[in-house]
């Protein structure tokens, strides 16, 4: 899925597990001390964001709300990679929002303005692909149907 925004490199660059494992390694640890830093745990909900497995991205969306809710100057920082993580996973209308809540923020942010063109992308796929469905389905109706009347005249 490469684009020719510069800005949006985010949405495509995954890190590798090696790299998630760094910050795995460094959350645990301060974890199992019983005082997690809050860049600590931003850290390591970025790089499961960037992961290119689900189950990675929704527990980083997860730590990311969870410091958008206790950390009020964080939020910012947090706004755009909750976008990013929602619109990997495909939810366009979640990554929508917080998206438009950092452009209402930061208008000229050009990481927030090219996340949002592809959001548009990612929404107007999913109604082609919607469309196909529906059209495969009324095309399937329609035989099933034409098949029903055919054999009720042959009666």
Same mark, same amino acid.
């Given at each position: 899925?490469?684009?020719? #925004?510069?800005?949006?490199?985010?949405? %495509?660059? /995954?890190?590798?597990?090696?790299?998630?494992?760094? *910050?795995r390694l460094q959350y645990e640890k301060e974890l199992a001390q019983a005082?997690?830093?809050?860049?600590?745990k931003f850290n390591y909900a970025w790089g499961l964001v960037k992961s290119p497995?689900?189950?990675n991205q929704?527990?980083?969306?997860?730590? #990311?709300?969870?410091?958008?809710?206790? %950390?009020? /100057?964080?939020?910012?920082e947090c706004l755009?990679? *909750?976008?990013?993580?929602?619109?990997?996973?495909?939810?366009?209308?979640?990554?929508?929002s917080f998206n438009?809540?950092?452009?209402?923020?930061?208008?000229?942010?050009l990481q927030a303005q090219s996340l949002a063109s592809l959001i548009d992308k990612g929404v107007a796929r999913e109604g082609y692909v919607g469309m196909a469905l529906a059209?495969?389905?009324a095309a399937v109706g329609t035989?099933?149907?034409?098949g029903l009347i055919r054999r009720a005249t042959r009666k």
């Open positions: 899925m490469p684009t020719d #925004l510069p800005y949006a490199a985010d949405a %495509e660059v /995954s890190l590798s597990y090696d790299e998630i494992e760094v *910050l005082h997690i830093t809050v860049q600590t497995v689900r189950e929704v527990e980083g969306v997860r730590l #990311l709300q969870e410091i958008y809710r206790t %950390e009020p /100057s964080r939020r910012r755009y990679y *909750l976008a990013l993580g929602y619109y990997k996973m495909g939810n366009f209308t979640d990554a929508r438009d809540l950092l452009l209402s923020r930061e208008p000229t942010n059209g495969g389905v035989l099933l149907i034409a």
